[in-house]
């Protein structure tokens, strides 16, 4: 199994190698980089794709200390350098995409172009931020009980039949290793008046069901970035859209990554 050590962390990576150009695609939260599935099977026959497990999920060895995602997206290009890649397509989902935002603020002349899927440059809404860090709560004190599980799913996933895998691997995570992941989530900061620095190609995928991030903030992200080549919308999809709706959302893609 492939590890990289990167920024005191032991990442967990897969490559499908080749000679097509890279694409290096990040998970969402409480996702892993087996969400990516069906795009590594859409994609790799033309390119070559990284995903990765991030602080705190999968198996990657976290390091338990506090972080943010400009730390996550250091990670992603650490990741790169490891793998002795000077561009590549940065792509994520919803955390995923906080964090590919990040690395082409840090490291523009590195990516060249951005595959964003139900993601956001601003924070957490105010208003729901109260129930999430109940979530949390509950997490720490008591584990992934059934209930808390159950909602989660609800939020990212939708449908049941693919949740019962997820929530599964969440009853495997160390209570103790939530409280970072979700402090980073929680308090990350606003980058939207520095989208207009991105100015590499970009499309944003949403799902219209998705009820974790409204579809007003893609069509705000996508009008932000001066070469976004619009917002897909994946019609019935949740939060995790590239999961659950495949289909929709890798024709667009390939569509996209062989215009560029």
């Not at 561009?87 to 995409?97: C, D, T």
């Not at 840090?106 to 964003?116: C, G, S, W």
């Given at each position: 199994m492939p590890y990289a050590h990167i920024n005191?962390?032991?990442?967990?990576?897969?490559?499908?190698?080749?000679?097509?150009?890279?694409?290096i695609l990040s998970h969402g939260f409480l996702m892993?980089?087996?969400?990516?599935?069906?795009?590594?099977?859409?994609?790799?026959?033309?390119?070559?794709?990284?995903?990765?497990?991030?602080?705190?999920?999968?198996?990657?060895?976290?390091?338990?200390?506090?972080?943010?995602?400009?730390?996550?997206?250091k990670d992603c290009l650490g990741l790169l350098d490891h793998l002795g890649i000077?561009?590549?397509?940065?792509?994520?989902?919803?955390?995923?995409?906080?964090l590919s935002l990040r690395a082409a603020l840090?490291?523009?002349?590195?990516?060249?172009?951005?595959?964003?899927i139900d993601t956001q440059s601003g924070v957490e809404d105010p208003e729901r931020l109260p129930a999430y860090r109940q979530m949390q709560e509950t997490w720490l004190t008591h584990g992934p009980v059934d209930e808390l599980t159950q909602a989660i799913a609800a939020l990212i996933i939708g449908d049941p039949a693919v949740s019962?895998?997820?929530?599964?691997?969440?009853?495997?995570?160390?209570?103790?290793?939530m409280m970072e992941p979700t402090e980073a989530l929680f308090t990350r900061d606003d980058i939207t008046?520095?989208?207009?620095?991105?100015?590499?190609?970009?499309?944003?995928?949403?799902?219209?069901?998705?009820?974790?991030?409204?579809?007003?903030?893609?069509?705000?992200?996508?009008?932000?970035?001066?070469?976004s080549r619009g917002v897909v919308r994946i019609e019935g999809a949740p939060h995790a859209s590239n999961l659950?709706?495949?289909?929709?959302v890798n024709g667009p893609l390939l569509e996209f990554l062989r215009a560029i």
């Open positions: 005191g962390q032991r990442i967990r990576y897969e490559d499908s190698g080749g000679d097509g150009p890279p694409v892993d980089r087996e969400m990516f599935a069906p795009q590594v099977a859409a994609l790799s026959p033309e390119y070559r794709i990284i995903t990765w497990d991030e602080r705190g999920f999968g198996e990657t060895e976290f390091d338990g200390q506090p972080f943010t995602y400009w730390d996550s997206a000077e561009e590549a397509v940065v792509g994520g989902m919803s955390q995923g995409g906080f840090l490291a523009p002349e590195r990516v060249q172009a951005l595959v964003l019962e895998a997820w929530i599964a691997k969440w009853r495997e995570l160390p209570r103790e290793a008046d520095r989208i207009g620095e991105i100015t590499c190609p970009a499309i944003v995928f949403h799902g219209t069901a998705d009820a974790s991030i409204e579809m007003d903030k893609a069509e705000a992200l996508s009008g932000g970035l001066p070469d659950t709706h495949a289909n929709q």
